[in-house]
């Protein structure tokens, strides 16, 4: 059961996680250091510039609490997020995780002007279309064993877990639609 969800509070899209959360009624806090990891069953990496929040998690020593962290619990990652949590190859400015299976490539719709809303498919919600925002988003290049699609954009992976974690390429966290978040606390619950 997820008492409090930690939301990665270094750089990016933050404070819509924790407003979409608090709609939710479900506890959450801005994590700024390691040692407020102890306090979170599920972690949120947030939207933004996944260099910038990559070199932040070095700087301010998260990158073994976060692996330490992983072993036992969650993390959602959306667009800069989920460029975090990939297995894709480290570069001169940017150095994943590796927490999932798969890989992306980096602002594969277009610079920051091409931002866009569409309409994504909900593997697990078919009531109704979600209307995803893309902003620099990423693309998922590839998909390793034990990766499930959890709902898609031109028959593109969107959103995806590994059956802990979570990734979407869009911001889910931008808009009133709560399902994405409900989807997940309700599986991390289960």
């Not at 996680?17 to 407020?36: A, C, F, S, T, W």
Request: net charge positive.
């Amino acid at each position: 059961m997820v008492r409090k969800v930690g939301v990665l509070a270094l750089q990016g899209n933050y404070i819509q996680h924790k407003k979409m959360l608090d709609i939710l009624g479900i506890n959450n806090i801005l994590v700024q250091y390691p040692r407020e990891l102890e306090k979170c069953d599920l972690l949120i990496i947030p939207g933004g510039e996944s260099t910038a929040i990559s070199k932040q998690i070095d700087r301010n020593k998260f990158r073994q609490p976060i692996m330490n962290f992983v072993e036992t619990n969650s993390i959602f990652g959306t667009c800069a997020g989920m460029i975090l949590l990939s297995s894709t190859k480290e570069t001169n400015n940017l150095k994943s995780l590796g927490v999932m299976d798969f890989n992306v490539e980096r602002n594969a719709y277009g610079r920051q002007v091409n931002s866009f809303t569409e309409i994504v498919q909900l593997e697990f919600d078919s009531t109704d279309n979600f209307n995803a925002l893309f902003i620099r988003a990423p693309k998922v290049s590839y998909l390793g064993k034990g990766i499930k699609i959890l709902a898609t954009y031109k028959n593109t992976p969107a959103m995806i877990t590994d059956g802990k974690h979570f990734a979407t390429t869009f911001h889910p966290e931008i808009g009133t639609d709560v399902r994405i978040h409900k989807y997940i606390m309700e599986k991390i619950n289960a």
